[in-house]
């Protein structure tokens, strides 16, 4: 194993206390269910979203929809196939989001990258991945400045789908439908603050219907 540089341990021991002090937050919130606790860290919340507030988000998805993009380009033309796009975040009404996203973990709001909006047609899917980047891998000095590694990730439904599109955790061996404007949140990283292999997760096909979800990841320090 490579040694870490000075940066990545910096980066790993504000990991840490970030999520010292938001798992404490969450597992003292009584709207939490924690869905996950040995390897993973996985919560839920039901309704974090209001069905409105769901229907005017998948309006903006739909304006903004393209390709969606990969960090590795070769594994995402086959694994990646919905489409995305990143909300305004010059809306007030996403301001708001955020804002709710923010309060939730107890993070300030400057460590957030904006809500990206995500559409999966039938068929369509993310194959298993993680949301932390790797630290050997070229793209990792680009995103140590613009605010390091992901810490973690708050993902919400916009809508139920007919058939398939559930987020599934093959090493939890945990399965979640969508459900309209349910939450689901993980922590990105292990105690120390070093990625977690355990969250791994893919959006698995979806068989009939379309799957709309939104997604923040949060990182170690100001995004950009």
Not at 107 to 134: C, I, N
Request: glycine fraction near 8%.
């Amino acid at each position: 194993m490579a040694r870490l540089s000075r940066i990545d341990m910096e980066n790993q021991q504000e990991i840490a206390a970030m999520n010292r002090h938001v798992l404490t937050r969450l597992r003292g919130d009584a709207s939490v269910q924690q869905l996950v606790n040995e390897e993973l860290q996985l919560f839920g919340i039901a309704e974090f979203f209001s069905i409105e507030e769901c229907d005017r988000l998948r309006t903006f998805i739909d304006k903004v929809a393209r390709p969606s993009p990969v960090f590795n380009v070769d594994f995402g033309r086959a694994a990646r196939t919905s489409y995305s796009g990143d909300m305004n975040t010059d809306d007030p009404f996403i301001r708001m989001l955020h804002r709710r996203m923010d309060d939730l973990l107890g993070v300030d709001g400057s460590f957030g990258e904006t809500l990206q909006g995500q559409r999966y047609e039938p068929g369509q899917e993310f194959k298993a991945h993680h949301d932390w980047f790797d630290v050997n891998e070229d793209y990792w000095q680009g995103e140590v400045a613009a605010g390091g590694q992901r810490a973690w990730t708050l993902m919400v439904y916009l809508n139920e789908v007919e058939d398939g599109g559930a987020t599934h955790f093959p090493r939890a061996n945990i399965s979640i439908p969508p459900q309209t404007g349910t939450l689901v949140a993980w922590n990105n990283a292990l105690d120390d603050g070093s990625p977690n292999a355990a969250t791994l997760h893919a959006g698995t096909p979806v068989n009939a219907g379309v799957k709309y979800v939104v997604t923040r990841w949060y990182r170690s320090r100001k995004w950009y």
